[in-house]
């Protein structure tokens, strides 16, 4: 309980206390929300993805289109390192996938709080990106890692256009 009192006692703003509990909420909500469909799924083509990819070698799986999967390199080489490290247990995927789909949403919660300045609002923004049919598929199913790291790979691009702008603006109306 100690420990506890001088973790609050360490944040000296409140507005930082109700950002953790209001994302703590929101990973609770996440994997409530998702995890009894991992009871129903995962879908055939995960399960025949795994056995593939765990049975033959990053080159040939590089090189030579399996289970009618066109050549799509990027994706054999994530499921490559993540089949190996993982295996057969889904929950570790649904747990991976859960964590980078939380990460998004707290960049797009800090971006939209940054525009318009209100917790809550920037709260529900995030919570309907996360619960959104885009972020089930992402979650679910192993395959939707590919999905996930394009989302996030499209918001770091996008905060970067952002910054650059910004910049450039500020660039713009020093005087000199």
């Known amino acids: 309980m100690k420990m506890l009192n001088n973790i609050i006692l360490k944040f000296k703003n409140k507005d930082s206390l109700l950002q953790i509990s209001l994302f703590i909420t929101l990973f609770i909500l996440m994997y ?8 129903i799924f995962p879908y055939s083509d995960d399960l025949r993805a795994v056995r593939e990819i765990s049975s033959n070698s990053l ?3 590089i090189t030579t289109p399996f289970a009618n999967i066109n050549y799509r390199p990027v994706l054999i080489i994530v499921l490559y390192f993540l089949i190996n490290a993982f295996g057969y247990n889904m929950l570790l995927y649904f747990i991976t996938n859960l964590i980078l789909n939380i990460f998004i949403a707290l960049l797009i919660y800090r971006k939209h709080l940054k525009l318009s300045n209100c917790y809550y ?17 992402g979650i679910v199913q192993i395959e939707g890692i590919l ?10 691009f ?19």
């Open 32 to 39: 409530c929300w998702y995890k009894p469909f991992t009871q």
């Open 59 to 61: 080159y040939k799986l």
């Open 147 to 156: 999905e996930i790291l394009c989302m996030l790979f499209l918001f770091l």
């Open 158 to 176: 996008i905060s970067f256009l952002f910054f650059l702008f910004s910049f450039l603006f500020f660039l713009l109306t020093i005087n000199y």
């Open 121 to 137: 609002s920037s709260y529900v923004i995030s919570l309907l990106y996360a619960i959104s049919n885009f972020s089930f598929y």
